[in-house]
Structure formats: C-alpha cells, structure tokens
C-alpha cells in the first residue's frame, strides 16, 4: 500500500511561531468567560488568560526571528497519523460492544497498515498473537474490568 | 550515628518480600522495555504506570524506580548497538558507544556502561542519603512564595533542555495551560472541558504522557527502525575491558558521577543535562579530543555515569520539596500525588519508613540491575532484534489498554489519540515537548502557591522580593534566564555571520 506522505516545504519555525499564536488566541478567548479576579483574590480566569498572552507573545517573537532562518521542508506522515489514529478510535469504540479480543485484532489489523513490509498472513497471525496475548494478561493475569468477547 | 539508624529503618521497610519482588520486577520489565528499540524510558513508565494503581503507594514507587533505571540502562544498549537512542541523555551513549560496537568492542562498551551505571547510582544515592535531611529541614522553612520561586527555577532550567530556550518555554507555557484543564481547586469553577463531563477532573497525566512519549514517537518511529544490522555475538569474555580501559574509563566515572549529582539536585536539570556535560567536560579535558566520536572509551564511561548519579540525586528534591528533579520524576511526583502521599519536606520525619525504605530499595535495585545485565547480556540482545512492525501495534494495544484501566474510560483513549497527533505535529515542527510535561505537572502546584502567596500578601507582588529565600531562588532564576538570552543571541550572530561568509565566498 502506498502511504500518503505530505511533504510541507515551509519554514517550521514560522508554522510553529503561528501554530503558537493560534493555540493561544484560541485559550485567550475561551478563557475570557471566566472571572478575572485581581492580584489579591484572583478570578479562575486569571492565570489562563496571562498564559495565552504568553502563549502568543513567545509565538510572535518566534514567527518574527524565523525570518532570519532559511527555510526547511517538513515530512509529514498523513499516512501513518490517520492509520494510528484510527486503530485506536477503532480500539475505543469496539472494546465496550465487542469485547478485548475482537477489539485488539481489528486494531492490529488496521495499525499493521502503516508498515510498508507486512503481507496478510503475516498481519492476521499478529493480530491473532496479539489479541490472544493481550486478552491473557490483562482479562486472565490481571483481572481487568472489561469483557472479552461479543455479548 | 543518624544516617546508620535511618538506613536501619530503611533496611526494615525494605527487605520484606513483596518490597523485594516488586523491586525484581521493576527492574525486569524496565529493562525489558527499555531494551525494545524505538522505546525509552519515559514510554516505560507511563506504559507501567497504570499498573502500579494496582498496588501500595510504597511498592508503587519502588517498582517505579526500578523500571527508571532499568529502562535508562537498557535504552543505552539500544542506543550502543543500534545508535537508536530513546532519550535525550542515551544520544549521548550513541557518540562513541555506537563506534566501539562497529570496532567490534560491543562487548566492553556494555561492560563499561553497566559498572559506569552502577558507579554513578550509589555515588547519587550517598548524596541522596545526607544531603536530603537538610534539604528537607531548609524545606521547612519556605512558605508559598519560596514554592513558587523554586518552581519557576525549574522550569527555566527545564528551558535550557531544547535546543531552542524561546521553543522549550513556549511548550512549558503550553504545559501549564493544558494543566488549566478541569476544575478550579479555590473557586470550583469548570475550566477548558469543551462539554466533556470527563475532563471536569482534569486531563489525565497517564493520557498525555502515553499520547506524548508513545503514540507521537510510533508515528514518527514506523518505517525508520531498521534492526536488521545487528549480528554480533557475545561471549562473556568478549565484554571484559583491558586494563588500558580500566585505566581510562575509571577517572571518568568519577567525573561523571560528581557532575551527575551535581546537576541531578537541582530542581528541572536532569540526566540528559547532566550527560552532555560529563561529555564535553571529559572531551575538553582529554589529551587527544580527536578520538572523541570514533569510540572513546571515556565517552561511554562519563555520560552514563552521569546520567546514572543524576537519575538518584533527582529523588532529592523530589522527595523532600515535591519539585521534580526532572521529566521522569515529573512523572514519579505524579504518581505519588495519585497515590495520596504528597512529598515535602515532612516526608522525611512523618513517614520515615516510606522515605528510608525508598532509599534501601534503590540500593537493591542497582545491585539487582548489574546482577541482571551482565549474565543475561545476550538475552536482551536478542530482544534488539524484533522487528518495529510486530512491536508498535503491540505497544498500541498496551498503550489502549493501559489508559483505558485508569479510570475505566474509553475517554481517554480518545484524548491519547489527540495528543499523540498534537504531539507528532510539534516533534515535526521540531519542538521537544518533554518541557510540556514538566509544565503540566507543575501547573497546579504553581496556580495554588502563586494564588497562596497573593492571597496571603493582599496581592502584593513584592512579597517575592521581601523574603531572603525566595529573593535569593529569583536572582538564581533571572541570571539564567540572561545566559540563556545571552547564549542564543551570540549563537544567532555566530549563525548569521558564517552565513554571510558563505554568502561572500
């Protein structure tokens, strides 16, 4: 399978300086509904918003000196970001309905996905030894709370 | 005699079986983990420390402890073999451990690395053992202001880790706002939970750690770990250094502990600080620093000593202040806090037997960890050879299944994959987000202290001034911050200047 791979020929330091900027404008706003209070009795809303503003004065400063720098390209792996994440929302959602075993070898199977060398078989027997293996030590070892089959 | 008597309690408290087991099996699965390419010792912990909600607080941070140092020593073999290193402090092991192991000195190099390791332990514990009581007694003496001061100390030390000081503060900043999560401890107020009734006690430590230092460095790791070069054999014989080795690795050690300790005390530097010191310190003084980075001896032997002595002393104010010597103990300090046992400088004279025990059973574990590795070399070795594609999905599920037993929530799960994508995204924008996780550990502790101290001064900002601790704390606090402004504007002109030679030429 081919993995997508997203290549971003940008400065890094400016999408992080505005990366920054962004994250904390966002903590600014949201944080503006809570109390403010003053330097006696401070508001739960004080040290939020003096953080943001931290927040996106450090990120100014950083997008502004990244201006000296030359630019770099950045290799993002989109591939294998969405096949972990989606192993895992799939773990998630299948453990509670489907049980430890089901929900481990569909997350295997999928996770597997993100490794360019693996052939079927050889992702259906992991998926297998690790179900198995999970659900011993966790359901029959250390008696977790959870069920480990369908039902 | 106070130290004999306290190592007496300590060796009570200590040698009991289930002490004794869970110190085994700290050190077991800690080497283990740590061993599996691509995984450090921070992944080990908050991989283990779920677990540990299974069992006493003591036994809890006994086998902590132990799977630390485990796991820092068994990253150094990857690291050595593989030149994988899992942590800032084992890409120092890397330098010129890898070059010995391609020189076919594999062998000496783990044998250095194990008694250099064992070496720097206890030269950290007796630090550990006479300084922590003062420590603790001065401790009693702070009050809200000296708090806040001490942590503001450590995390502007905690800067000084990146690469870039202005990027390592902007990840503390960002480690303090995501501990604003959850509820206001003074006003009650809900803060940042997006609608989500699960976030009203707070992101979980154990979510961010594992979607931080698991799910972000599998995405990153996958299709880049390459083990099949490893083919050497070893002998038992084949390990043992000549005595030219003995002669060079020995000064370094002690070197290297003494600068570990050093660095290992103060709040917010840890072992990754202190190993490239003990590395520059041995090749700046080394008669011939041209052999540095082909294999070294020395350069094995310093660092990891280093790294070993700090990996104790760290427990320093740990234990007696409840600051985090460094990311690790960020993590240890939460555990404890989860636990119920809140250290400070009352640790000591409440709970002797918890403090003394903890000491007693490091001891036992470094002892374990070389009785572990010198026998048993080849068994972890082979373990160096699984293959990255049968691991992650494995580490995926325990990493799953971990988060999930917390708090018996599909939730967090969720919150992992978020932070594993966000933290993936800032390893690429080349931030190091172990500063975050410092940040957000100390976040609380912060808020209470500064909000104590305001409360108590009617919200006068002079108070941090007015008291001699705290004055003094704040004067240590701004002459690092001026280094490290002065440092990376002389590196800034340095870079800009080569740039325009290169320009001219």
């Not at chain 2, 007796?126 to 708090?147: T, V």
């Not at chain 2, 995405?219 to 038992?236: A, E, K, V, Y």
């Not at chain 2, 939730?411 to 190091?432: A, E, S």
């Amino acid at each position: 399978m081919v993995m997508r791979k997203l290549t971003l020929k940008v400065n890094h330091e400016l999408f992080g300086g505005l990366l920054l900027i962004g994250i904390g404008a966002y903590a600014y706003y949201h944080g503006q509904q809570y109390a403010f209070g003053s330097l006696a009795r401070m508001g739960p809303g004080f040290l939020p918003q003096v953080l943001s503003m931290m927040l996106c004065t450090m990120g100014g400063i950083l997008a502004i000196t990244s201006q000296l720098k030359p630019s770099s390209a950045i290799d993002l792996q989109l591939g294998q970001v969405l096949v972990v994440a989606a192993s895992m929302v799939l773990f998630a959602m299948l453990l509670r309905p489907a049980g430890l075993f089901t929900a481990a070898f569909v997350s295997v199977v999928v996770s597997s996905w993100a490794d360019r060398q693996i052939t079927w078989p050889g992702r259906i027997v992991l998926a297998l030894v690790v179900a198995g293996l999970a659900s011993l030590i966790f359901i029959v070892g250390l008696g977790m709370n959870m069920p480990l089959w369908w039902g | 005699m106070d130290v004999i008597a306290n190592l007496g309690i300590g060796l009570q408290a200590a040698l009991t079986p289930t002490m004794l087991w869970y110190c085994f099996v700290g050190v077991l699965l800690g080497t283990f983990i740590g061993v599996l390419p691509g995984i450090g010792p921070l992944a080990a912990i908050s991989l283990l420390l779920p677990i540990t909600y299974y069992i006493g607080p003591q036994e809890a941070i006994v086998m902590l402890a132990g799977v630390y140092y485990g796991a820092q020593y068994g990253g150094s073999t990857a690291a050595i073999l593989l030149r994988l290193p899992g942590t800032a402090s084992s890409a120092v092991a890397c330098i010129d451990g890898n070059p010995m192991a391609r020189n076919g000195r594999a062998g000496v190099a783990l044998f250095i690395t194990t008694i250099a390791s064992f070496a720097g332990a206890i030269t950290g514990l007796i630090i550990l053992i006479f300084f922590s009581p003062y420590i603790a007694k001065l401790g009693l003496k702070f009050g809200s202001a000296e708090y806040f001061a001490l942590m503001l100390l450590g995390l502007v030390a905690a800067c000084t880790f990146s690469d870039s000081p202005l990027k390592g503060g902007a990840m503390v900043v960002l480690g303090l706002l995501l501990s604003m999560i959850g509820t206001d401890v003074n006003t009650g107020v809900i803060r940042y939970t997006f609608g989500f009734f699960e976030l009203s006690s707070g992101l979980s430590l154990v979510a961010l750690a594992m979607g931080i230092f698991g799910v972000a460095d599998i995405i990153r790791n996958i299709n880049t770990i390459d083990t099949s070069g490893l083919s050497q054999r070893f002998t038992l014989r084949s390990m043992l250094p000549s005595r030219e080795d003995w002669r060079l690795s020995l000064p370094s050690m002690a070197r290297g502990s003494a600068i570990g300790s050093f660095f290992g005390t103060l709040p917010g530097t840890g072992a990754s600080i202190s190993s490239f010191m003990a590395y520059a310190t041995e090749k700046k003084i080394a008669k011939d620093p041209q052999r540095f980075g082909k294999g070294a001896i020395e350069g094995v032997a310093a660092p990891e000593a280093a790294n070993n002595a700090s990996a104790q002393t760290a427990f320093v104010p740990t234990l007696t202040l409840g600051i985090p010597g460094d990311i690790t103990m960020a993590l240890i300090l939460g555990a404890l806090i989860i636990h119920g046992i809140t250290p400070g400088p009352q640790l000591i004279t409440s709970q002797p037997e918890l403090f003394w025990g903890l000491i007693v059973s490091f001891i036992i574990g470094n002892i374990l960890l070389v009785l572990f590795n010198i026998p048993m070399i080849g068994i972890w070795i082979s373990l160096l050879k699984i293959p990255y594609r049968l691991l992650y999905p494995t580490i995926l599920i325990f990493i799953s299944v971990g988060v999930f037993s917390v708090s018996n929530s599909t939730f967090d799960i969720y919150t992992v994959v978020g932070i594993g994508v966000l933290g993936y995204l800032l390893n690429m924008l080349r931030f190091d987000p172990a500063p975050l996780l410092l940040g957000f550990i100390l976040g609380p502790l912060m808020e209470e202290h500064f909000r104590r101290a305001m409360l108590l001064s009617r919200g006068n900002l002079e108070t941090f001034i007015d008291r001699p601790i705290s004055l003094s704390i704040l004067v240590v606090t701004a002459i690092a911050v001026c280094f490290i402004i002065a440092s990376s504007v002389r590196r800034r002109l340095r870079a800009l200047n080569t740039a325009k030679e290169s320009h001219v030429s």
